[in-house]
């Protein structure tokens, strides 16, 4: 992996981790998402206009169904992710969601669009995935601890984790097809993939807009953090994938999780601190495999 697409998905992992801990504290459901993605309308509308100048009139039904695709995919992920925020600890989901989701994406970059990784490479992909397992609860999520309430919270986190992690796979592959192959500006697929989670969500809020502006007043706050800076953590790592193979970019995402498990675990006080810094430690030894494989 170049030095470059390497330092992009760093500077990504950190932005990545941030947001999602806001998206926690925030507790939302698919209005906050609908909020979120106004967010990034508005706030990056600037950009999306600049990159789109003079660029739109040459696309054709292959760009405009890869944002439909692509845009439907976040929102289910975005959903499910925050589901999962308010069925079960952060520290559980998020890293089933960000271990799971880069193996589904490489195996297929790999297996469909003929990429090649080395045998360092796999060793990276084996150790984010153990570095993760760490992080999420080791052992303990295999016995779920013996507790009924914790149990079930546990299983929760696993199942949304992991779904979440499939929709992940998917818009990673779609999205790196439009910017690898269609050469695709990354600013323009997220972009003009989120006029795309408006309208899909867009009923959600207005079904009840009374209940909606409620929860706009105590959320718009983490929505305007969020709509700000999550678009960016996603661009570079699109940018990483226009230089990089997409079976390196996407495990090596998870660096997030060591941004997660330093800074999360401590605001959000979800315990395990050294098992999930070791787990972070693994995942760090990883990115650095795929970096050099």
Known sequence: MPLSAFALVILAGLIHASWNIAAKKAGGDSRFAFFTSIMVMLVWAPVGLW?????IPGWDWHEWALILVSGVLHVLYYVILLRGYRKADLTVVYPLA????????????????GEQISALGLAGIAAVVAGVFLIAGGPALLRAAHEPARRKRVHKGMLYGLLTGAFIASYTV????????????????????????????APSFLGDRKAGLALWRSQWKYALLIGTISPLSYVLVLYAMQVAPLSHVAPAREVSMLFAALIGGHLLGEGDRVQRLLGAVLIAAGVMSLAVG
Do not use: E, Q, T
């Open 174 to 201: 779609v999205d790196g097809y439009a910017v690898k192959f269609l050469l695709m500006s990354p600013i323009l697929v997220d972009y003009f993939g989120n006029f795309v989670r408006v309208a899909v969500l």
């Open 51 to 55: 990159a789109a100048w003079g660029v």
């Open 98 to 113: 960000r271990g799971s989701g880069p193996l589904l994406s490489s195996l297929v970059a790999i297996v469909f669009l």
